[in-house]
């Protein structure tokens, strides 16, 4: 089976597929397949030809060398990959690849890889780059040096003021989410050179010509010396613009590399795109963060510049400062509350009162920093609830997911959360569902019920209640549902267009629910392909995943109506009826696919709802404190995903 284009960021994260455009990836995700090998599978042999390279998903494996001892070399896990450099060189393989816990693994073959090459030819240029590096590293006898620093530009028309609070939060969140060495560097005019430092209470470190010219540049500990250090971990660094636009203008790039090994971040404040100073940044940028006020130009201007420069539009991400309500964005569009964040006189870090803004700075932070939160709610109807109790006791502790997908009842509550309702909001939502309400929902198809049971017009109208008219690119956080369509049965990731039809499409239930037709497809519940779509939020470029699973064992889950008795004996008004039958083969469906779309979660959560039945949303109470009780025990342990938590925590 192959994958959508909705892997690209995932793909990102892999040091081959760094330097493609996104144009070039979608070549990639049309030849790549979905693998599952089991415990002791081998994946490849020492001595076969590279004929194939993999990227792994899920589980663990490890690389032994060829002998009577099996050497083990090293172990892989999910966002390692597996001989892309002999397929490369033509080079047959080194070591013997065994699969140490069920895994699965994106897989390109070799004919595929020369085919995307006869259709890009440009790709050998990115290409020859990584492997003149990797045989440099073999020839000189190195270990692979591991990832650099990524360097961050930030570009926008904010204001002075509105630029350093901007500045100095993102880049302490970055230090605090991170608890990594993060440096915040400023290349403007002499005026200013040093205000991040001076708003903070720090005296900047002075940068003179003859600092420059007696230290080595590509020095760690010198640029340390350099920086002014905050208690938050943050290091900051004031370079004035008339030294690196005068007689060291030719030291800049070597100084960005030498950047990229003294620290794990760095984020670059310069002073304007037509300048050289910022040009030369912006060349050596991994991605552009573009920053603008409501009321303020667009940023066409500077987003044009940065793609001049070699950032293409897909390493481009907004941030919107907003004073009045939030505006319509995107994945890669961050809004902030910026209202009376300024304080005049004040220290720049944000204060309590400013507390949205903060929480979208350290979402950005997350994602920067490679330790967001994606969270795969399942389906289960009723049952589903408990994500109401996980996201309160999720708040409670300051755990937040940045990233979204959800299936069935969990792209209810997923959509209700990505458009910016809390948890406590959502749970009375929940509480309003009392029986009366569900029978309003049922639009019976009357005379026949050709399609389905039920219209689901109500449904959508409800759905349209809460969400209203809002598309996904109107949505706070990144959010996707499944729906299946029915023709085929094929797998549909709906990121587009229209939340609540979206919505509407993922939970109409076969049999019941007439099917939704939308985007020119007849769709139905999700749950039917990917009960638990742990696949999506990771395609969507999450790097901490937590599922959810509600589909308990078919003998375990009761059906609404019906009491559990033993059959004795056969007969016309024994055995089960066809109500019966069709609510047991979907349950027996779902269980085992959701066996399989589980795995590449870190931590799966699978709360006993045995209590329960699917149609018991008038317990909606009783069922989010299930879901609180269940996720308590477990939150040092989600916790231990994220450095923030990590002692010493400021």
């Known amino acids: 089976m192959t994958i959508s284009p909705d892997w690209i960021p995932f793909l990102r994260k892999f040091p081959f597929f760094a330097g493609f455009r996104e144009e070039d990836l979608r070549l990639f995700t049309e030849k790549m397949e979905m693998l599952s090998l089991p415990r002791g599978a081998v994946v490849c042999r020492a001595g076969e030809d590279t004929d194939a390279f993999y990227l792994v998903l899920s589980g663990r494996a490890r690389k032994v060398e060829p002998g009577r001892e099996a050497k083990t070399v090293a172990f892989l896990s999910r966002g390692d990959a597996l001989g892309e450099m002999g397929m490369l060189t033509g080079e047959p393989r080194i070591h013997t690849t065994i699969v140490e816990a069920t895994a699965e693994f994106l897989v390109l073959h070799k004919k595929d890889f020369d085919d995307i090459l006869a259709k890009a030819p440009h790709l050998a240029v990115p290409i020859s780059r990584l492997l003149s590096t990797r045989l440099l590293e073999a020839r000189r006898h190195l270990p692979t040096s591991g990832p650099t620093a990524q360097i961050y530009v930030l570009l926008g028309p904010a204001s002075p003021a509105d630029q350093v ?70 290091e900051l660094l004031s370079l004035p613009r008339s030294l690196m636009e005068g007689k060291f203008a030719g030291l800049i790039y070597s100084f960005l590399n030498g950047l990229r090994r003294s620290h794990d971040f760095v984020v670059a404040v310069v002073a304007g795109p037509e300048a050289p100073s910022a040009k030369a940044a912006l060349e050596e940028a991994d991605r552009v963060l573009l920053a603008e006020k409501s009321g303020t130009p667009s940023l066409e201007a500077s987003a044009r510049q940065a793609t001049a420069a070699g950032v293409p539009p897909d390493r481009q991400w907004t941030i919107r ?38 929480l979208v700075l350290n979402r950005l932070a997350r994602r920067m920093g490679g330790v967001s939160l994606g969270f795969a709610m399942g389906a289960g109807a009723a049952l589903g609830y408990v994500l109401v109790g996980f996201l309160k006791v999720l708040e409670k502790y300051g755990i937040y997911p940045d990233v979204i997908a959800g299936t069935s009842r969990g792209a209810l509550i997923g959509s209700f959360y990505a458009a910016g309702k809390s948890p406590a909001e959502i749970e009375q939502i929940a509480l309003s569902v009392n029986k009366s309400k569900i029978w309003s929902l049922m639009d019976f198809m009357i005379p026949i019920p050709r399609q389905g049971i039920l219209m689901g017009a109500q449904v959508l109208k409800f759905l349209k209640t809460t969400m209203g008219a809002r598309t996904f690119a109107d949505l706070n956080l990144p959010f996707a549902c499944v729906a299946t369509d029915i023709m085929n049965g094929e797998e549909v990731v709906l990121n587009q267009g229209k939340v609540a039809e979206a919505v509407r499409a993922s939970l109409s239930l076969p049999f019941f629910f007439r099917p939704a037709f939308l985007n020119g497809r007849y769709l139905v519940d999700g749950g039917l392909v990917n009960p638990v779509p742990t696949s999506v939020v990771a ?112």
């Not at 910026?338 to 949205?356: F, I, N, Q, Y």
């Not at 559990?564 to 089960?576: D, L, T, V």
Request: some cysteine; overall charge positive.
């Open 165 to 234: 609070v901007l500045a100095v939060n993102l880049g302490i969140a970055l230090a605090e989410q991170t608890r990594k060495r993060v440096l915040l560097m400023d290349i403007l005019e002499n005026g200013r050179s040093g205000v991040f430092a001076r708003a903070l209470g720090l005296d900047p470190v002075r940068v003179g010509e003859h600092g420059l010219r007696e230290e080595d540049l590509l020095n760690p500990d010198m640029i340390h010396r350099l920086c002014a250090a905050h208690p938050s971990g943050l």
């Open 539 to 650: 395609a969507m470029g999450a790097d901490v995943l937590v599922a959810v699973n509600t589909t308990a064992k078919p003998s375990e889950k009761r059906i609404p109506g019906f009491h559990r008795r033993k059959i004795r004996r056969a007969g016309f008004w024994k055995g089960p009826n066809i109500l019966q039958v069709m609510i047991k083969t979907i349950d027996t469906m779902q269980f085992g696919i959701a066996q399989t779309r589980k795995e590449p979660a870190q931590l799966i959560l699978e709360p006993d709802v045995s209590a329960f039945t699917w149609a018991d949303f008038h317990r909606a109470g009783d069922i989010i404190r299930l879901g609180e009780d269940y996720i308590e025990p477990m939150i040092p342990k989600i916790k231990s995903f994220f450095p923030y938590f990590n002692p010493p925590a400021k």
């Open 321 to 358: 400062l907003e004073e009045g309500p939030f505006s319509p964005g995107g994945t890669d569009v961050f809004r902030v509350p910026w209202k009376s964040v300024l304080t005049p006189g004040r220290s720049p870090v944000l204060t309590p009162d400013a507390e949205p803004a903060r």
